[in-house]
């Protein structure tokens, strides 16, 4: 192992040292095929020099793959051995989960082959939860940390599985895809004769099974999710299966999104990548920042904001930190992240890989999945009280939707498990149960839906289950302050909507960072939701005064001043006398304002309104 990583970076001392290393490899594999080809037709073009530059030539690649972490919003690609947080691995996937309650033990990566040393590996993750780059890590290690796997591995060989996606016929590969790869990347040549297709395929099983079971090699097959074809998948599949009976001195890693992969076979584990936790959150903008103080500011904005719970994803909080790191600053609006973390799962990530998914549903492409997902994220919300839903709770959604989007109700598990698997937004997190990736995406597909729609719902036990996605769809619509305006006097006052929708409504609207222009019905109807928040107090806790141990009495405040930055107050106040002054627990005053000329009320004001002091005497207009 210490002669390959002097080989790989470039260091050796003389080049007589390089070729005893490697040719101590080549003469094993020149063995092999003496052997198999003994007494046969077959013969063996195979020669140590030609060995030696194959695998020198191999693993330049690897090491140059693995190198760098890279996608488009970066400046520039970063080191992989710097970026990388050491992943933790659940012993299996969560969809075997009966209940959400049981507990699924997790190991650490660098530990994936002390748990099992006798086992190989199907590595699993949902989209953008770091295989590709876990892969990345490994292969630096074994080719440049002395003693990491020192005894287990040689080396890797690398198989990047989406390189078989070219042509435009499913059956172009219809026979080996890794053993003739394994072959090639060997720089083994034969010359079969006359033989037939099965006897060759025999052979080359032969030839690759013993080459790996005589040298201690990493086998990484990347992307098994990533190959486009059918046909080539249950190849893969077919091949996968042959090598894990056949193979014990060398061992495989195939990684593959989680609902892609379904193989459960003997001498082989089965783990998934864990989501980060809050710890590795804050080592990995450490690492991807690499400033303490810039680091500190990015997770105390992001821990901020309502989608915190999007950066448990390596692939999300990456992104995310590569925009601090141009702008040292995280996007203002909100709405801004929601659709690029949406974009990014949909296609953006897709297609920076290079891997164009295909929808085996007409008409079903990422612009309709987008509409599909919407519906179905309002449609779980209003219907569903927890987070997790069961396979029932969808199937009675999808039967209500599938129409609108052309899709056959008796589709629905693989609809759902197309979008799994190429965007990652639904997650099946246990048996027969599923839940969108990141509840702040299904709040924001939620209020996607609600903001295209006709009308504003109107039905008031569903509107009391979406504080969050009303204020979203607030921030989103073309006319936020008209939108505000119409919800306020034609939903929440009409339908009385208590104290358990406006605290997170308030909360939400201020995190959204809401455009509202100059509109002085706005003024009017956030003064009028200020005072049935008042109210709503008054009658929960008899004492008005109580109220402002709430903490969201400051948000409030915020909210208002906010709204009449582009507001003449004035206009409002003028029309009002100030009939009681109510003192506060903080030091302040609470002003219940009585309109003066209730006979000239021509912008229909309302009699009575409630007023913080601060804010009539604050030097906003």
């Known amino acids: 192992m210490f002669c390959i990583c002097f080989l790989v970076t470039g260091f050796l001392p003389n080049s007589m040292i390089r070729e005893i290393v490697l040719q101590e490899f080549a003469s094993r594999i020149i063995d092999t095929t003496i052997k198999l080809t003994k007494n046969t037709s077959i013969k063996s073009y195979a020669k140590e020099k030609d060995i030696f530059e194959a695998l020198t030539q191999h693993l330049k690649f690897v090491k140059n793959w693995s190198a760098e972490v890279n996608f488009s919003d970066l400046r520039q690609p970063k080191s992989t051995k710097k970026v990388f947080v050491d992943l933790e691995l659940y012993l299996q996937p969560l969809r075997v989960r009966i209940s959400n309650n049981e507990k699924v033990d997790k190991f650490e990566l660098k530990k994936i082959f002390d748990v099992d040393h006798t086992k190989h590996v199907a590595l699993l993750g949902q989209v953008g939860s770091g295989k590709t780059t876990s892969l990345k890590f490994l292969c630096q290690s074994l080719l440049f940390n002395e003693g990491y796997f020192e005894s287990t591995f040689s080396y890797p060989i690398l198989i990047k599985l989406n390189d078989f996606n070219s042509g435009n016929k499913d059956g172009e590969y219809n026979r080996s895809i890794i053993i003739n790869t394994i072959i090639e990347i060997l720089g083994i040549k034969f010359d079969f004769q006359k033989l037939d297709e099965k006897s060759i395929d025999t052979f080359k099983d032969a030839a690759v099974t013993n080459f790996l079971n005589q040298n201690k090699v990493l086998l990484l097959l990347d992307g098994y999710d990533e190959m486009l074809f059918q046909n080539r998948r249950q190849v893969v599949?077919?091949?996968?299966?042959?090598?894990?009976?056949?193979?014990?001195?060398?061992?495989?890693?195939?990684?593959?999104?989680?609902?892609?992969?379904?193989?459960?076979?003997?001498?082989?584990?089965?783990?998934?990548?864990?989501?980060?936790?809050?710890?590795?959150?804050?080592?990995?903008?450490?690492?991807?920042?690499?400033?303490?103080?810039?680091?500190?500011?990015?997770?105390?904005?992001?821990?901020?904001?309502?989608?915190?719970?999007?950066?448990?994803?390596?692939?999300?909080?990456?992104?995310?930190?590569?925009?601090?790191?141009?702008?040292?600053?995280?996007?203002?609006?909100?709405?801004?992240?929601?659709?690029?973390?949406?974009?990014?799962?949909?296609?953006?990530?897709?297609?920076?890989?290079?891997?164009?998914?295909?929808?085996?549903?007409?008409?079903?492409?990422?612009?309709?999945?987008?509409?599909?997902?919407?519906?179905?994220?309002?449609?779980?919300?209003?219907?569903?009280?927890?987070?997790?839903?069961?396979?029932?709770?969808?199937?009675?959604?999808?039967?209500?939707?599938?129409?609108?989007?052309?899709?056959?109700?008796?589709?629905?598990?693989?609809?759902?498990?197309?979008?799994?698997?190429?965007?990652?937004?639904?997650?099946?997190?246990?048996?027969?149960?599923?839940?969108?990736?990141?509840?702040?995406?299904?709040?924001?597909?939620?209020?996607?839906?609600?903001?295209?729609?006709?009308?504003?719902?109107?039905?008031?036990?569903?509107?009391?289950?979406?504080?969050?996605?009303?204020?979203?769809?607030?921030?989103?619509?073309?006319?936020?302050?008209?939108?505000?305006?119409?919800?306020?006097?034609?939903?929440?006052?009409?339908?009385?909507?208590?104290?358990?929708?406006?605290?997170?409504?308030?909360?939400?609207?201020?995190?959204?960072?809401?455009?509202?222009?100059?509109?002085?019905?706005?003024?009017?109807?956030?003064?009028?939701?200020?005072?049935?928040?008042?109210?709503?107090?008054?009658?929960?806790?008899?004492?008005?005064?109580?109220?402002?141990?709430?903490?969201?009495?400051?948000?409030?405040?915020?909210?208002?001043?906010?709204?009449?930055?582009?507001?003449?107050?004035?206009?409002?106040?003028?029309?009002?006398?100030?009939?009681?002054?109510?003192?506060?627990t903080d030091g302040g005053n609470i002003l219940l304002l009585k309109l003066n000329n209730i006979e000239k009320n021509s912008e229909n004001l309302p009699n009575l309104l409630y007023c913080r002091e601060s804010f009539v005497n604050n030097d906003t207009k």
Not at 259 to 268: E, K, Q, Y
Not at 428 to 452: D, N, P, R, T, W
Not at 460 to 481: C, G, H, Q, T, V
């Open 237 to 584: 599949l077919k091949e996968f299966e042959r090598l894990v009976y056949g193979i014990d001195l060398s061992k495989i890693i195939l990684t593959s999104r989680t609902p892609d992969f379904r193989l459960s076979t003997a001498n082989l584990n089965t783990y998934e990548i864990c989501p980060l936790t809050d710890k590795q959150i804050s080592l990995f903008a450490f690492k991807w920042l690499e400033d303490q103080e810039e680091a500190e500011d990015f997770i105390k904005k992001i821990k901020k904001s309502p989608f915190y719970d999007t950066t448990i994803r390596p692939l999300t909080i990456a992104h995310l930190c590569a925009i601090y790191e141009r702008n040292k600053d995280i996007p203002e609006k909100p709405k801004t992240v929601y659709k690029k973390i949406v974009t990014l799962l949909l296609e953006e990530w897709n297609q920076q890989r290079n891997v164009h998914r295909r929808s085996k549903y007409a008409h079903f492409e990422n612009d309709r999945k987008f509409e599909f997902l919407s519906s179905l994220a309002y449609n779980l919300t209003i219907s569903n009280k927890n987070k997790n839903f069961t396979k029932e709770n969808l199937e009675d959604i999808y039967y209500k939707i599938s129409q609108d989007y052309d899709l056959a109700k008796t589709e629905m598990i693989d609809v759902i498990n197309e979008i799994e698997s190429h965007n990652g937004l639904i997650v099946e997190s246990g048996f027969q149960k599923f839940e969108f990736a990141h509840k702040s995406i299904q709040e924001y597909l939620s209020a996607e839906y609600i903001v295209k729609l006709p009308t504003i719902p109107n039905n008031r036990n569903n509107l009391l289950k979406l504080p969050n996605e009303i204020a979203i769809a607030i921030a989103i619509s073309s006319k936020p302050s008209n939108y505000f305006t119409e919800f306020i006097n034609e939903r929440l006052i009409p339908l009385k909507l208590n104290l358990s929708f406006i605290k997170p409504f308030i909360s939400r609207l201020l995190l959204e960072k809401v455009d509202f222009n100059q509109d002085i019905n706005l003024a009017i109807s956030t003064l009028k939701l200020y005072s049935i928040y008042l109210e709503g107090h008054k009658k929960e806790l008899t004492q008005l005064s109580l109220f402002f141990i709430d903490d969201l009495v400051e948000e409030f405040e915020k909210l208002v001043i906010q709204v009449f930055k582009r507001n003449d107050k004035l206009r409002i106040l003028t029309n009002y006398d100030v009939d009681q002054r109510l003192p506060t």
